[in-house]
């Protein structure tokens, strides 16, 4: 009989501790009805962090660094459906949340979000969703019910593990859209947003959805990326201060402003890419809507 409600807490770390936000979102996640594992890359730990696990009764899975967190919760399963795992067979699972630690949680609304999406006409039901490339749930969040579980399953340990984070995002986070589509899985999500979601943090932060992406208060982006925000007109966006707009929305009492991470490039570097970026933005993103315009009619023929 399935009776295992399970979360996979993915997290790549590299000190023998855990940051404050990712404590902030296990002990709360621990105080749900589901199992909580955490998976992290292998390492030593410290006898204060694996006490802390300890006392929630959160389940420790060490594993290589590679994959990314697709690749560790395919290690892990993977270990369950050959019951080498100690933890519990696979086909007792009825419920499985995936989350990352690519968000950073703020706000305890973990309680919320899983009955949101257990009250959900879906099957498979995301935070958010994105329309980049094609329409598809965002891998930070997936609550996963048993109509969806097997064509996860199939599709996960089915592709081959990526090294490359591009590679992870168009072969198994959007390719997951289309395992879901050919198995009539009906997907759902709980925040709207643009075709973008990454842009829409400006408008859910103050309207108290309480978790942000990482990326955007490190300022941890490629030029590449960057040159993303500058094509949909949206510099105005990479350059926003998350952090202070944080702490305007307010957080939970528990959830310490010293545990927000902090941007990785200095102010200076900051100021230095903004002037190229806004120029760059009158020019370059009508330039790119005419090429795509060019593109699509030369396609057409």
């Known amino acids: 009989m399935q009776n295992d409600k399970v979360i996979l807490y993915a997290s790549y770390q590299t000190g023998e501790t855990l940051p404050g936000y990712v404590q902030f979102a296990l002990q709360h996640l621990s105080e749900t009805s589901f199992r909580v594992v955490l998976l992290t890359n292998r390492r030593h730990l410290s006898p204060e962090t694996l006490a802390f696990l300890e006392e929630r009764n959160i389940f420790l899975y060490l594993t290589d660094n590679h994959g990314f967190d697709f690749g560790m919760w395919r290690r892990f399963l993977k270990e ?31 309680q919320e979000f899983l009955d949101r999406a257990e009250a959900s006409d879906a099957d498979a039901i995301g935070l958010t969703q994105s329309e980049e490339y094609r329409r598809h749930l965002q891998s930070f969040f997936l609550y996963l ?14 592709t081959p593990e990526q090294e490359k984070y591009y590679d992870v995002v168009h072969r198994l986070e959007i390719g997951m859209a289309n395992a879901f589509e ?8 709980l925040f709207s947003t643009g075709e973008i979601s990454v842009l829409s943090f400006k408008d859910l932060i103050p309207q108290g959805a309480g978790f942000v992406k990482r990326k955007l208060l490190q300022h941890r982006f490629s030029l590449k990326e960057k040159l993303s925000f500058v094509r949909h ?27 927000l991470p902090k941007p990785i490039e200095g102010s200076i570097h900051q100021a ?26 030369f396609l057409k023929k």
């Open 182 to 189: 050919e198995a009539e899985v009906k997907t759902g999500f």
């Open 80 to 110: 369950l459906a050959s019951g080498q795992s100690k933890f519990v067979t696979l086909n007792r699972i009825s419920r499985l949340v995936l989350i990352n630690d690519s968000i950073v949680y703020y706000r305890n609304r973990f």
């Open 233 to 259: 007109e949206a510099t105005d966006i990479l350059n926003t201060n998350y952090h202070e707009m944080i702490i305007k929305a307010g957080m939970d009492k528990d959830f310490k402003e010293e545990w």
């Open 272 to 297: 230095a890419d903004s002037l190229w970026e806004k120029p760059l933005e009158k020019f370059a993103a009508p330039l790119y809507e005419t090429f795509l315009k060019a593109k699509g009619k």
């Open 145 to 158: 019910k048993p109509e969806a579980l097997g064509a996860f399953y199939m599709h996960l340990l089915e």
